[in-house]
């Protein structure tokens, strides 16, 4: 009896554990099926983004091909088929062009909400936007040629005249974008400083009853403006000198010149800044 007890009591152990290894087996099986569905989803998903690449580079390729079939020769009149090949072919540059345009309008939405997240793939549509934008300005200059020799292109789709506008229009944007950009970027990296016995300090109204800049009223042109980026070294012309303003310590050093005269090193431009863009130094 005490032989069966013990096979019995044996057999259970040996079952109990075939079960746990088994739920193992299955949990590690669903969470790689799991992890296998992710990469499969990442996969289709590049392979749609690259299949619309492909095919808009297609299509420049079939719009440089269209513009490498129309010839305009000076001084020779063109005959009727001859206009009618031109507006074709221009007819399809325009209807190239249009498609193109909606794929890389579509490609970037697409990137936008993409989990793929590629600066590489961003890259690459930006270029692709930017060639057509070249593109657009190549049939503006084949349009003025074909106008120069009366030749009309029928207007369908996309006009060419409208063209011509959208990349005037868009070349007056980018031009007002760099500009805003451009300002924007000296703002961001424009501090300005001033040092001064207290006297003049308190007579510039920079310095009133102890406190620094603490009124609107005083006098900013006292100051000079630096830009953070590469003024990193100011010569204060004192062998005496106190920062009125707060800034992080660590981040600037007073040292002195072969004068003993006090000169500011900036070590840490961005946190030297971060708390004022505005610097005020006593001397005597």
Not at 14 to 42: H, P, W, Y
Not at 72 to 81: H, I, K, L, M
Not at 192 to 215: A, N, P, R
Request: charged share 30%; aromatic share 6%; glycine share 4%.
């Amino acid at each position: 009896m005490k032989k069966v007890f013990l096979f019995a009591m044996c057999a259970a152990v040996l079952t109990a554990c075939n079960n746990g290894a088994e739920k193992k087996e299955q949990a590690f099986a669903e969470e790689r099926d799991s992890l296998m569905q992710v990469i499969n989803d990442k996969d289709a998903e590049l392979d749609e983004i690259m299949g619309t690449i492909g095919e808009i580079q297609e299509g420049f390729r079939r719009i440089n091909e269209a513009e490498g079939r129309i010839t305009v020769n000076d001084g020779d009149v063109e005959s009727e088929s001859s206009k009618e090949t031109i507006r074709e072919n221009m007819q399809y540059i325009q209807d190239a062009m249009a498609q193109n345009r909606e794929k890389i309008k579509q490609l970037q939405e697409k990137l936008r909400a993409s989990t793929v997240g590629s600066e590489k793939l961003k890259k690459m549509v930006d270029d692709l936007s930017a060639q057509l934008d070249a593109q657009k300005i190549k049939v503006q200059e084949l349009e003025a040629r074909l106008a120069e020799k009366d030749i009309l292109i029928a207007q369908q789709g996309e006009a060419i005249t409208t063209l011509n506008e959208n990349v005037n229009a868009l070349s007056e944007e980018n031009k007002a974008k760099s500009q805003t950009v451009a300002e924007q970027d000296k703002q961001i990296h424009t501090a300005w400083y001033v040092f001064g016995t207290k006297s003049e300090l308190k007579e510039q109204k920079i310095l009133q009853k102890g406190d620094v800049l603490q009124s609107g009223d005083f006098n900013k042109d006292y100051f000079t403006k630096v830009d953070i980026r590469y003024d990193k070294e100011i010569k204060l012309y004192s062998k005496s000198a106190k920062l009125l303003t707060n800034h992080p310590a660590g981040s600037y050093r007073l040292e002195k010149d072969n004068k003993g005269q006090y000169v500011l090193q900036i070590t840490n431009p961005d946190a030297f800044w971060s708390v004022s863009k505005y610097l005020v130094v006593q001397v005597r």
